[in-house]
């Protein structure tokens, strides 16, 4: 009792004292557009309805304009040249992407739309005709056309299939620190606001849609899309209390001849993305575990013909068992639905309730729904802390195979990090994606590194700490921003020693680990045991507790000293110690780990 009033007590200072422009702004996206299949693009309008609840006013509002990334000149263009990579440099007009905006009004007073890293037009300011002061809203409406790249990159566009990623103004994140906005580069990938959208799509009466949210009105398709075997296609239209559309006006008239519209909700919500295809094959089913208050969370596959790795329930009961998997081990799913359809791109790309996927292997589902939680959920700066959701997405997809009996899972990507630490090559961890020296660094720091220093964490603190840590912070933050800060204060919640100088070392530092055995001696007592005493050295600059084995009795070294000594006593002589059995550490040298036993 006295914890909990000293508890509230600190929560009701902490909420005093912090900055009240902590709150997030609301943010509501109606949005109507059609895509015209021949012309090959897409024409939009949106209105998006900003209320600001930062405490002074705002000048202008940023947004991004992702799609103008994949086109010559732009920044994420610029930066590949750098790495001898032309590939969206040398896009002709036909095949790049674009995101043009046309008419751009602010409570009805027209506003020019200003790109300050021109030509990169990734970002884009909209001057506000008058400030916008704490809890007003501005209503800005926008017409623009939009293009995905004949070259895939997270979007594309491939005869009459469309990945429709970042494909409309996005509101920039605007927190604590003021707007967050960056020209998008290869490295780093996505921040949001979280928000509501009602998209209303008008397409080809046959294309096959999956999006973020639900279809609440028109058909997606999916019944004509079926499968064989597979039961009627449910909606889920039902999930949200319904709301009349409001009219932008675009689709005033009613539909073309041969074609359909179908409108989708979202809430809650950082992004919305779409993928469309005529060829797309449905398979439907729903998670294990139901949602909060939504009742089943339904689950959707979109497949291609010949997709025979997709097809057959492959691609569904992997989707279901890792969303079961990740929500039995944070938390409850939030939303509706998820949808895993096969994109033009290899690799796989995350948005709340979708994931886009190159393949249906199941180590890229079990990543990409891990990204439902860390991104979709707990939604991190990509682009200045990308470890913490592509780090922990890497190290909670291995955990899975490790529970599916594969420990050794590890392994690789260890061998691949001891490597590079000893190229001399490594960055922080905790380095903004755009700093790093190239994209091979990017990854290893952001995903594989990361990846093997949580698992360093959770061998430390142990499973239960780790998943009691990762729940706390799934609770406290769920449907809102995460950072650094966030991650560590969910761990000195539940775990009682600190853990400070573990994080400052392996997210901010270079330090390398390297323990050695400097002498291991033995003899035997007059009882007939073995007396062995082993002093183990540390050659690097970090530090970590570590096992110590000699033949059936294990030792914890936990001092940061450069050398430590251990003496255990044991039935049998033993050959050999070991440092580390478990190959849980990054240790750059770990030819030194085992020594043979001197003495009789
Ligand atoms: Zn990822």
Known sequence: MVTMIINSLVAALALATAPADSLPPDVDYRIEAILDEEAEVLRARAELRYTNHATTALDT??????????????AWAQRELEFGNRRFQDLGPEAHAFERLS??????????????????STVVALPLPSPLSPGSTAVVRMDWTA???????????RGRHYDFAQWYPRIAAHTDEGWQVQPL???????????????TLDLAADQVVGA??????????????????????????????????RSLGLLADAPEQG????RWRAEDVHHFAWSADPEFIYEGGEASISGPNTGPILVHVLYLPG??????????????????WFQSMLGAYPWPQLTNLHRIESGGTEFPMLVMNGSASEGLIVHEVAHQFFHGVLANN?????WLDEGVASFLTDWYHETQGNPDVWLPSLRGIIQLERSGRTQPISTPGADFADPEIYSAMTYTKAELVLRMLRWMVGEEVMLRALRTLYDRHALSHIDEEDFRAAFAEVYPEDLGWFFDQWLHTTAQLDYSIAEANTRQLPDGSWYTSVAVEREGDAWMPVTLQIAEETGLLTGDGRRQELQVTTQSRPAEVVLDPENVLIDVNPSNNRSPVSGP
Do not use: C, M
């Open 103 to 120: 008419t751009v009004t602010v409570d009805g007073t027209e506003v020019n739309p200003v790109y300050p890293g021109s030509p990169d």
């Open 212 to 245: 973020t949210g639900v279809p609440v009105e028109g058909d997606p398709g999916w019944a004509d899309a079926a499968a064989p075997g597979q039961a009627a296609p449910r909606l889920g239209a039902d999930a949200y209390a319904p709301l009349q559309a």
């Open 147 to 157: 293009r995905p790249s004949t070259l895939p990159r997270r979007q594309g566009r």
């Open 382 to 386: 990509e682009f200045r802390e990308g």
């Open 259 to 262: 074609r359909k519209r179908i």
């Open 61 to 74: 509002l940023w947004l991004h304009q992702h799609l103008n990334a994949f086109r010559p000149n732009s």
């Open 307 to 324: 997709d025979d790795d997709w097809s057959g329930g492959t691609a569904l009961s992997r989707t279901i068992t890792a969303l079961d």
């Open 185 to 199: 580069l290869p490295q780093g990938e996505f921040f949001g606001e979280f928000g509501s959208y009602d998209v």
